[in-house]
């Protein structure tokens, strides 16, 4: 009987993304295809990087490079505003609808580049125009409402719209419009989402910001989707420090790539594992 595999991808920031785009490219270099995951939640940096892999694109080719000039695709982030946003998500006296409801405010009332100007940077990272006829799911949040939205190949969204609201982080990209509601960032509610990925007998987690939050939720959240192997995959020290301290550094992309090649060398049996297990 053949094992069902789920790749959940998350938040992280430019820093992040280039991480997980440097595994990626040294897992397959050492045999391990994240690709072929049966079902793939994407948040945030992770609905980019899961995008890349749900479409086919070339992870050492068609990687984003720093951009020198990204022109008005380049999002300007209203540093006040995104502090808000983290202070409302810290207010230990909300409940945590509220305060995805509050920050949902903020997003609205940010001064950012435009829906337009956000969804043309993301179509620079994605080669892919059409949704992938498999199992891709996006995540973003109702500013309105503060509910999480997944979207896939059957919903309302165009593939770049919904990994753009995914990444429109309140403060430094605009909610996304979608048949009249908007939405933002993925990460706001769960900076994984990994209770997502329901149904799956293994499931790899790469999550490019475990060391900024507890572990807590994300425990539930794996003991939610119920995988029997859970395999996560976290920054080692020698990433964190290519990260430095701005996630949205585009200068730090190819060191925090290169420290997410070399840690797939020490990574890959410890997947390999785990994701070999599909034909047994």
Not at 182 to 199: C, E, K, L
Request: hydrophobic share 45%; proline share 6%; with cysteine.
């Amino acid at each position: 009987m053949n094992t069902t595999r789920a790749l959940v991808t998350g938040g992280g920031g430019v820093v992040g993304t280039a991480w997980m785009t440097g595994l990626v490219s040294g897992l397959r270099r050492a045999g391990v295809d994240l690709a072929e995951a049966d079902v793939i939640v994407g948040t945030s940096a992770g609905s980019i990087v899961g995008t890349m892999l749900a479409t086919g694109q070339d992870f050492d080719s068609d990687t984003p490079a720093p951009p020198g000039n990204r022109g008005d695709s380049a999002p300007q982030a209203d540093r006040g505003r995104l502090a808000e946003v983290f202070a409302i998500l810290a207010d230990a006296s909300l409940e945590p609808a509220d305060a995805r409801r509050q920050v949902g405010q903020v997003a609205i009332a940010a001064q950012t580049i435009t829906e337009q100007a956000h969804i043309a940077g993301i179509s620079m990272l994605i080669t892919a125009q059409e949704w992938p006829d498999r199992q891709l799911l996006i995540t973003a949040v109702d500013v309105e409402t503060g509910e999480l939205k997944v979207w896939d190949r059957a919903g309302d969204a165009p593939l770049r719209t919904a990994v753009a609201s995914s990444c429109a982080l309140p403060g430094v990209s605009p909610p996304i419009t979608v048949n009249g509601r908007r939405y933002m960032d993925g990460g706001i509610g769960s900076g994984t989402n990994a209770d997502v990925a329901t149904g799956a007998d293994v499931l790899v987690l790469l999550e490019p910001l475990a060391h900024l939050f507890p572990r807590g939720p994300l425990e539930r959240e794996l003991a939610a989707a119920g995988a029997g192997t859970v395999v996560t995959i976290n920054p080692d020290q020698a990433a964190l420090d290519a990260f430095g301290p701005d996630l949205g550094d585009w200068a730090a992309w190819q060191p925090a790539r290169e420290a997410g090649i070399r840690q797939a060398a020490a990574t890959a049996e410890r997947v390999r594992a785990a994701w070999s297990t599909k034909d047994r």
